[in-house]
């Protein structure tokens, strides 16, 4: 026997008895450990017997693993979302007390918890009502002073918010033009808005901001409700109209204020 061959088998050799110590040792290696003895003494019946045990072991690990593994997936989906969430609202606040800070309007945050499931409705409800200091009539804005619409409906604890873009809805506004051009926006049953009663003699142009004239007794002055889209003009009429799109709207938003008036003159 050549020197590298006895080499090699006393390397194999030690590498056997350690592999069998560490089947003596360790008590996990127990269920292969008795598997591979049968399978020395008895080949033929102990490989199916091995087999068995082999794999009984993997069919317990693994779902046991894969189960822990997708359960700590999901509590990190749910975490993530949370987290988004919270982000989402943070970023709508800070854009609120932007205004707050600028105007120095009282102001009641709320949150929107639910929403009109008609499409020819356009409306919503927020967890603030009578208890807080809410009326009829009050703006809602998001943002940093975007109108939205006002209250329409109020409870106790809760509101009906009567959104900008619903058919129902008017509010006195002014074009930021040189003339300061006043009219009433009305909704255009989701689809838009309308300005409306501006005078022939009047110069609309696209892109003009549209706001809160301050007319309405409960609505301040100077909230934002859109831009002058395209203006109407028939000649024969007295009046022209534009075409008014909101820059932000209540749709993606959870969180919004109402504008609180220091005074409301009732007659």
Same mark, same amino acid.
């Given at each position: 026997m050549?020197s590298?061959?006895r080499?090699l088998?006393i390397?194999a050799?030690? %590498?056997? #008895? =350690?592999?069998g $110590?560490?089947f003596?040792?360790?008590? !996990?290696?127990a269920?292969?450990?008795?598997?591979?003895?049968?399978?020395?003494?008895s080949?033929?019946?102990?490989l199916?017997s091995?087999?068995a045990?082999?794999?009984?072991?993997?069919t317990?690990a693994?779902p046991?693993?894969?189960s822990?593994?997708?359960?700590?997936?999901?509590?990190?989906?749910v975490e993530?979302?949370r987290?988004r969430?919270q982000?989402q609202?943070?970023?709508?606040?800070r854009?609120?007390l932007?205004?707050?800070?600028r105007?120095?309007?009282r102001?009641?945050?709320?949150?929107?918890i639910?929403?009109? %499931?008609? #499409? =020819?409705?356009? $409306?919503?409800m927020?967890?603030?009502g !009578?208890?807080d200091?809410l009326?009829p009539?009050?703006?809602?804005?998001?943002?940093?002073g975007f109108?939205?619409?006002t209250?329409?409906?109020?409870?106790?604890r809760?509101?009906?918010v009567?959104?900008?873009?619903?058919?129902r809805s008017?509010?006195?506004?002014?074009?930021?033009?040189?003339t300061?051009?006043?009219?009433?926006?009305?909704?255009?049953r989701?689809?838009g808005?309308a300005l409306?009663?501006i005078p022939?003699?009047?110069?609309?142009?696209?892109?003009q901001?549209?706001?809160?004239?301050?007319?309405?007794?409960a609505?301040?002055?100077?909230?934002i409700i859109?831009?002058?889209?395209?203006?109407s003009?028939?000649?024969q009429e007295?009046?022209q109209?534009a075409?008014?799109?909101?820059?932000v709207?209540?749709e993606?938003?959870?969180?919004?204020a109402?504008?609180?008036?220091?005074?409301?003159?009732?007659?």
């Open positions: 050549t590298r061959r080499t088998l390397i050799a030690a %590498g056997l #008895l =350690a592999g $110590a560490l003596v040792v360790l008590p !996990s290696f269920p292969v450990r008795d598997a591979l003895s049968r399978l020395a003494l080949p033929g019946p102990a199916s091995a087999g045990r082999i794999a009984a072991v993997w317990r693994v046991e693993e894969l822990k593994v997708l359960t700590e997936r999901d509590a990190l989906v993530n979302a987290l969430v982000a609202e943070a970023e709508e606040l854009g609120i932007s205004y707050r800070e105007t120095r309007q102001l009641e945050p709320a949150r929107i639910g929403r009109s %499931g008609d #499409l =020819a409705i356009q $409306a919503v927020i967890d603030r !009578s208890e200091g009326a009539g009050m703006a809602v804005i998001v943002g940093d109108y939205i619409g209250i329409r409906k109020i409870a106790p809760t509101a009906i009567l959104l900008a873009l619903d058919g008017r509010a006195a506004a002014a074009i930021q033009n040189g300061r051009t006043v009219g009433y926006v009305e909704g255009g989701g689809l808005m409306r009663l022939q003699d009047e110069q609309v142009e696209s892109g901001l549209v706001v809160t004239s301050g007319l309405d007794p609505v301040p002055r100077g909230l859109g831009r002058v889209e395209r203006v003009r028939e000649p007295p009046f109209t075409v008014v799109s909101q820059i709207s209540a993606r938003n959870a969180t919004v109402v504008v609180i008036p220091d005074a409301v003159i009732e007659l």
